[in-house]
């Protein structure tokens, strides 16, 4: 965790107090939230935690919980009042019981991972049956992404380089922070769906986002059918 941890200092995610402030993706996570009440909920990759209390308030919840890699967004968040703990959740498992989480967040983790599989056990894991998770990340197979890879340019949200922006349309000074360095994964749609459901988390809403993401909105549960309802054209998210 030593070498992610450096990099994670550089890239720890950070979002707006207010709102008002905040993305097209972050506003409908919100309002996902904001039609449950929980008791407890996990964040992870919370970053500064911002967006972990704001979470916490849209949900009414009494408790919220924070996974950071990074030392820097850790000590932010819990100076925000987010109970958060430093682990890399490519390697280590939450330190929590089975069922403990009502609700969890993993907003643009997955494509950081080198062991998503391991992510999404832990998903399961400790979030409650009938529990709530909602994950986001970017959607390898956008309009925008196709477009670029037409041209022979490098997906938008794919790097091949943490110190360099090589190969992509857009240009990035040098010393200037590198859009997406750090994505080591891409998801498809349907790479996606087909890896949830072999983790046992069924995929009940996905919608698109105007922030070049998708959030799948997924529930712990096997007694129910399976649901999915395709709101917007998820392509162009």
């Not at 550089?10 to 972050?26: C, I, N, Q, S, W």
């Not at 330190?95 to 609700?103: C, L």
């Not at 349907?190 to 993401?213: N, P």
Request: glycine share 8%; hydrophobic share 40%.
């Amino acid at each position: 965790m030593k070498i992610k941890g450096k990099y994670a200092d550089k890239f720890v995610g950070g979002t707006p107090k207010r709102y008002a402030e905040l993305g097209d993706m972050h506003k409908r996570v919100l309002e996902i939230f904001s039609k449950y009440k929980f008791d407890r909920i996990l964040d992870v990759g919370c970053g500064d935690g911002n967006f972990s209390i704001l979470l916490k308030d849209a949900s009414n919840a009494k408790e919220v919980y924070g996974i950071e890699i990074s030392e820097k967004g850790v000590e932010s968040a819990r100076r925000n009042g987010v109970k958060a703990l430093q682990l890399d959740i490519d390697e280590d498992d939450f330190p929590f019981e089975d069922d403990y989480f009502d609700a969890i967040f993993a907003g643009e983790v997955i494509e950081h991972l080198w062991d998503p599989d391991h992510l999404f056990d832990e998903l399961y894991r400790t979030l409650r049956r009938g529990g709530l998770c909602v994950i986001t990340t970017p959607n390898l197979a956008s309009i925008h992404n196709r477009i670029a890879l037409l041209f022979g340019f490098q997906p938008w949200t794919i790097s091949v380089s943490l110190r360099h922006a090589v190969g992509h349309l857009y240009e990035v000074r040098e010393g200037d922070h590198i859009p997406w360095a750090d994505h080591i994964r891409g998801f498809t749609y349907r790479a996606l769906i087909q890896l949830l459901r072999i983790h046992k988390l069924r995929v009940i809403k996905v919608k698109g986002s105007h922030t070049f993401a998708y959030y799948s909105t997924l529930s712990r549960t096997r007694s129910f059918p399976f649901l999915f309802v395709r709101i917007g054209d998820w392509i162009l998210a």
